[in-house]
């Protein structure tokens, strides 16, 4: 644990370009589009669609809620994960259609991240029981592992509990061939990897673990790297008073005003982008230590660019992956 080795510290991120969002905030993650645009939520519900220069910025659609994670699927609907609304399908005039909010008799409480496989099936998590408002400084206190990963099947309409007594599972993607599914757990601070397919089918294991920061949204680029943004940095404070109830609740009582929203916790923590090799091993390591761009959320390559995402922020970050 620590910024040293593989995460040793650097400002690899200085020369990023920021695309402004006008009046918007939190572009949180990244779908790239059939017809070639960038989409992304904004804090408030609304989705915004540009070109990858950045020019021709529009909205697209709004959930009134918090769209947090995207992606197309084959007939070219906006499958959007809503913290708030829960799993939702966009077609391509904007017109917004509930999916599901429930699985098994419970419903969904704070929904993020968000794939989907070749058959169809898409996968999303829903991170916590406790907290319908996402409020992440009680989560940190409580450090319950109440958080799921499931999986929508479109022709039967229903949402199956696929992993369950997570931390907050956050980022959820597909592997090579949707063999595996990776998920972030943000407050365990790792990747896990649930096999689909092989020998190891139905079976889970730590993929990457003992990050120094909070892992968010994960991409697989489609050839030999998962890009990982790291959201907030790790609260050592926070791993210390588990043991300890009575202090977790007066803290808890003492810090709920400095929390507003699910978002306050991150604001101030340095850009942070990683990139993992299929044995999960880091092979590329972007760091901000000038805070230009910071609470990194969401990290999609397109076309030779890393655009990244931000709770915290009113703009798009865009940086060059040319070497």
């Known amino acids: 644990m620590g910024f040293n080795g593989a995460y040793e510290g650097n400002d690899r991120l200085s020369g990023i370009e920021l695309i402004l969002v006008p009046g918007g905030h939190g572009p949180e993650s990244f779908a790239l589009g059939p017809d070639g645009m960038l989409y992304t939520g904004l804090k408030g519900g609304r989705i915004i669609r540009f070109q990858p220069d950045g020019s021709g910025m529009e909205d697209f659609s709004n959930t009134n809620g918090r769209a947090n994670g995207m992606r197309f699927d084959a007939d070219g609907n906006l499958i959007i994960v809503d913290s708030y609304k829960g799993l939702l399908s966009s077609d391509s005039f904007g017109s917004v259609t509930t ?100 020998p190891k089918a139905g079976t889970t294991e730590v993929f990457a673990e003992n990050f120094p920061a909070m892992p968010d949204d994960i991409q697989f680029k489609g050839r030999d790297r998962f890009w990982i943004a790291m959201v907030g940095d790790r609260i050592t404070l926070a791993d210390w008073i588990q043991p300890y109830p009575w202090i977790k609740n007066f803290i808890a009582k003492c810090v709920a005003d400095m929390f507003p929203d699910s978002d306050s916790h991150w604001i101030g923590s340095p850009g942070f982008i990683i990139a993992l090799d299929l044995d999960g091993n880091v092979v590329r390591n972007l760091q901000d230590a000038q805070r230009r761009f910071i609470s990194s959320s969401g990290a999609l390559e397109h076309a030779d660019h890393l655009y990244i995402g931000s709770v915290a922020m009113d703009a798009v970050g865009r940086l060059s992956l040319a070497e």
């Open 99 to 198: 999916l599901t909010t429930a699985s098994g008799g419970q419903s969904f409480v704070f929904n993020d991240g968000v794939d989907i496989s070749a058959d169809r099936i898409i996968w999303f998590a829903d991170a916590t029981a406790r907290h319908a408002d996402g409020r992440i400084h009680l989560e940190l206190l409580e450090a319950r592992s109440t958080g799921r990963v499931l999986a929508y099947d479109p022709t039967s309409g229903e949402a199956r509990t696929v992993l369950d007594n997570l931390r907050f599972p956050n980022g959820v993607a597909l592997g090579p061939n949707d063999a595996y599914s990776p998920t972030n757990e943000t407050l365990g601070y790792r990747t896990l990897r649930h096999w689909l397919k092989g």
